[in-house]
């Protein structure tokens, strides 16, 4: 059982940065494969970025590719989402899940999720 609790949201200027934690109970952490997703305003949870249990691959959504980065401290539990070069359309609420398995780009592939954080993008 893995429990997540998101936090670092809020309200941001277009071109701003912010840094998203989710941080995880359980013993396991370390051998699970993290991932970001979101849901703007009307529209369905997206793929935003992944993380390999090792920390040593990564995968991003095209729309965030080369602004965002996701990276994980298993020691500490926590995996990160770095947002930089934010736009209006960024906004959204960001959820981080777990899955016990390889990284996907599929919500329905992850077991575990956070209740999600609030990101404002105003322009």
């Known amino acids: 059982q893995v429990q997540l609790v998101e936090s670092g949201g809020g309200l941001v200027q277009a071109g701003g940065s912010l840094r998203l934690s989710c941080a995880a109970s359980?013993?396991?952490?370390?051998?699970?494969?993290m991932g970001w997703f979101r849901r703007a305003l009307g529209k369905e949870r997206e793929f935003v970025a992944g993380?390999?249990?090792?920390?040593?691959?990564?995968l991003y959504a095209d729309s965030v590719k080369g602004r965002f980065l996701i990276s994980r401290d298993n020691a500490k539990n926590t995996v990160y989402l770095q947002m930089n070069s934010l736009k209006p359309e960024d906004t959204a609420v960001y959820y981080c899940?777990?899955?016990?398995?390889?990284?996907?780009?599929?919500?329905?592939?992850?077991?575990?999720w956070g209740q999600g954080t609030q990101v404002t993008v105003s322009s």
């Open positions: 899940a777990a899955r016990s398995s390889t990284m996907s780009r599929y919500e329905y592939d992850y077991n575990y």
């Open positions: 993380i390999r249990w090792s920390g040593g691959t990564t």
């Open positions: 359980g013993r396991t952490f370390s051998s699970y494969a």
